[in-house]
C-alpha cells in the first residue's frame, strides 16, 4: 500500500515517521497524516494523494522528510531535508513529496553527512500532516542541550514553529527545573504562563519516558490543545578537540551559548549565497542566520556566531554534533566584527571577544 496511515507508522517509514506513529498509538496528540515510504521507487503513490487527503479533511497539510538515517540516536539530520508548509491541492502535494524525497542526495545533506561520517539517505519517506494552526509554538528539550543538567529547555514564538527551528526569530526562552520556571523575554511579552510551560516540560517527560531517552520535540498549541509535532533523540557533541592556543582578551558580544567549548579564528562575515566563496576552513562563521543551504560552511567553521536563533533551532544542533563553539543571538554581530580579525568564540559561556595567539578549539 503506497500510502501509509501515520498510526500504522513504522520502521521502514523512517525515523520521523516511526516515531510519530509510536506517539499516536501512546495516545498523545499528534496530527492526523499518511507516510509515503519510498516515493522515488514505489510507482503509484500519486494516483492515490487525492483521496489521501480527502480523509484528513480540510486545510492544508505540511509535507516533511522522513528518512531512515534522520533523526537517529547519533545524528538528526536537523533541517538538512526539505519540509514544505501551507500545502494545499494534490498537484501541489505531489510537487513537494519529490522535493522532499530527493532532498537527500542535495549539497547540504551531503556535507553534513561527511562532516558527521555518515551516509546522506540517497532517498526519503515522506509524511503528509494536517497543518494546526496554533497560537504559540516552538521546540523543547528534556535535557538541557549545553550542560546536559536535567532541565527542560522550552523556546517559544507565536505562531507558527517553523522559524524557532530555523533560527530566523530569538525566540522566549523557559527553563523549567521541577515546579521552578526561569523565563528569558528575548522577544517581549510572556508567551507562556508559568503553569503552561511546566505542563509543557511533563508533557516533554511523558514522551522521554515512552522513548526511554532524553528528547528533541517539536510541540504547537492551538486554543487548549497542544500538539506534538515531532520527537527524536537529542544528539550529542564529540567529546574531543583540538586545544585552544590564545589569550581571551576583551568581551565584544554577548549572546546565548548554544554548543560548548571555544574556538579562535578570523571573523568570516557571510551575508548572502555570494559571500560563500570567501568562506575558508577553521574561519568563524559570522551570519545573521543560517539555513540548510549553510550546511557546508558550517561543516568548515571553527565556530559560529548568528544574530538571531536559539538554542534549539537547527544551526544550534548541527554545531552541537559537529562540535564546534556556537554563540546565537549577538545582536549587531555582522557590524561588530570586523572581517579577519581573529576572535575567540566561547559557546559555554555565550561570549565572541578578541584574542590573539593560534586559532584551534577546546
Avoid at 571573523?267 to 568563524?284: T, Y
Amino acid at each position: 500500500m503506497p500510502l501509509v496511515p501515520l498510526p500504522d507508522a513504522s520502521e521502514r517509514c523512517g525515523g520521523k515517521a516511526r516515531n510519530l506513529g509510536l506517539l499516536l498509538r501512546a495516545g498523545f496528540r499528534v496530527p492526523a497524516g499518511f507516510v509515503i515510504p519510498d516515493p522515488l521507487g514505489d510507482p503509484g503513490w500519486e494516483r492515490e494523494i487525492e483521496a489521501g487527503l480527502r480523509r484528513l479533511g480540510p486545510g492544508p497539510v505540511a509535507v516533511r522528510s522522513s528518512a531512515l538515517a534522520e533523526d537517529g540516536l547519533e545524528s538528526s539530520f536537523a533541517g538538512q531535508l526539505a519540509t514544505t508548509l501551507g500545502v494545499t491541492t494534490a498537484a501541489e502535494v505531489i510537487e513537494a513529496v519529490h522535493r522532499s524525497a530527493s532532498s537527500g542526495s542535495s549539497p547540504e545533506a551531503v556535507a553534513y553527512a561527511n562532516r558527521t561520517h555518515r551516509d546522506a539517505p540517497a532517498t526519503a519517506g515522506v509524511i503528509v500532516q494536517v497543518m494546526v494552526q496554533p497560537e504559540t509554538a516552538g521546540v523543547m528539550f528534556t535535557r538541557h542541550p549545553v550542560t546536559g543538567a536535567e532541565q527542560v529547555v522550552i523556546e517559544a514564538a507565536r505562531g507558527l514553529g517553523d522559524a524557532v527551528a530555523a533560527g530566523t526569530v530569538t525566540p522566549e526562552s523557559y527553563l523549567v527545573d521541577g515546579v521552578h520556571v526561569q523565563t528569558a523575554r528575548h522577544r517581549g511579552g510572556q508567551l507562556l504562563s508559568t503553569a503552561r510551560a511546566c505542563a509543557l516540560a511533563a508533557l516533554g517527560r511523558d514522551i522521554e519516558n515512552l522513548f526511554g531517552q532524553p528528547q528533541d520535540i517539536e510541540w504547537a498549541i492551538a486554543g487548549d490543545e497542544t500538539w506534538v509535532l515531532q520527537a527524536r533523540p537529542i544528539t550529542t557533541a564529540p567529546t574531543t578537540a583540538p586545544p585552544v592556543r590564545a589569550t581571551p582578551g576583551e568581551v565584544l558580544l554577548t549572546g546565548i551559548a548554544a554548543s560548548p567549548g571555544t574556538a579562535v579564528g578570523p571573523a568570516r562575515i557571510i551575508g548572502s549565497l555570494d559571500d560563500f566563496a570567501r568562506f575558508r576552513p577553521d574561519d568563524v562563521l559570522v551570519c545573521r542566520t543560517t539555513s540548510p543551504a549553510w550546511t557546508p560552511l558550517l561543516a568548515r567553521a571553527c565556530a559560529v556566531v548568528t544574530e538571531t536563533g536559539g538554542m534549539l533551532a537547527h544551526a544550534a544542533i548541527v554545531a552541537r554534533e559537529f562540535g564546534i563553539p556556537a554563540v546565537l543571538a549577538a545582536p549587531g554581530a555582522m557590524t561588530a566584527l570586523a572581517e579577519g580579525r581573529l576572535v575567540r568564540v566561547d559557546g559555554t559561556r555565550g561570549h565572541v571577544g578578541t584574542a590573539t595567539g593560534i586559532g584551534g578549539r577546546n
